[in-house]
């Protein structure tokens, strides 16, 4: 059988939930949470604009590091963490969508909802329409499809 | 011989690029929109009810996708 790496997921999630940051699972990984069985391989956050620190400290001590300082990764918008695996993060206050709708992180992390990973850990991720907002970012083919998708799973909730 | 069909690194870089391409909000708007078929959308329901009984948590949910990508990449073709 083919094992994962060394890379102990559960350790990442608890490293994240306890970093102090506001970091919200976003991208397919969110989706997968959901329940929808799409594939991916990396992780992707965003966190609060001033929230890099935190989790690079964080995520130090499971040899992941990040690729731009949290100064220039407040500046460039975005920045990757890598180790075993790879984690894109988005560090902005806001971000357009494609058709110019600003959605704010502070708006996103007050709606957000927490999924239980285990019984002391869990992960923070956007409501789904704000995960469907976070979606229209990069507007790419994959990205439709997963509103249609997020769109199905929404109405299939009381 | 493996009689599955290979891309080539070109190849490879190309469909990514195809896949990762940004829509113009006309293009991203009719791809959001485009009508379900009946089978399509039963197939949808289907599978999200067997993976979310199959995987109860959200917990085992991204353990099982780590795993089974971790599978794929270590077998697909080069």
Redesign the interface.
Request: aromatic residues 8%.
């Given at each position: 059988m083919?094992?994962?790496?060394a890379f102990n997921?559960?350790e990442f999630f608890r490293a994240v939930a306890t970093s102090g940051a506001r970091a919200l699972l976003i991208g397919r990984?969110a989706l997968?949470?959901?329940?929808?069985?799409?594939?991916?391989?990396d992780y992707d956050y965003w966190i609060g604009a001033d929230d890099a620190a935190l989790l690079n400290a964080a995520l130090r001590p499971l040899e992941m590091l990040p690729t731009l300082d949290p100064d220039e990764a407040k500046r460039n918008g975005r920045y990757v963490i890598e180790g075993d695996e790879h984690v894109d993060v988005l560090v902005a206050r806001g971000v357009s969508t494609?058709?110019g709708m600003m959605v704010w992180f502070d708006d996103v992390w007050t709606r957000r909802i927490y999924?239980?990973?285990?019984d002391d850990?869990s992960?923070a991720i956007p409501s789904l329409e704000d995960l469907i907002l976070t979606k229209?970012f990069?507007?790419?083919?994959?990205?439709?499809?997963d509103?249609?998708?997020l769109?199905?799973?929404r109405g299939?909730k009381p | 011989m493996s009689q599955v069909p290979t891309f080539t690194a070109e190849q490879r870089a190309e469909l990514e690029a195809w896949?990762?391409?940004?829509?113009s909000?006309e293009e991203?708007?009719a791809?959001?929109h485009?009508p379900?078929t009946d089978r399509e959308?039963e197939d949808?329901?289907a599978?999200?009810a067997?993976?979310?009984k199959r995987y109860p948590?959200?917990?085992e949910?991204?353990?099982a996708?780590?795993?089974?990508?971790?599978?794929?990449?270590?077998?697909r073709p080069r």
């Open positions: 083919v094992q994962a790496s997921e559960v990984r997968i949470a959901l329940g929808l069985p799409v594939m991916t391989s494609i058709d999924l239980k990973i285990t850990v992960i229209k990069g507007a790419r083919p994959r990205d439709a499809d509103i249609r998708w769109e199905v799973l299939s | 896949e990762n391409r940004t829509l909000p991203f708007d791809r959001v485009a379900w959308r949808f329901v599978l999200v067997w993976f979310t948590t959200a917990g949910r991204l353990g996708a780590r795993h089974l990508a971790s599978q794929w990449l270590a077998n």
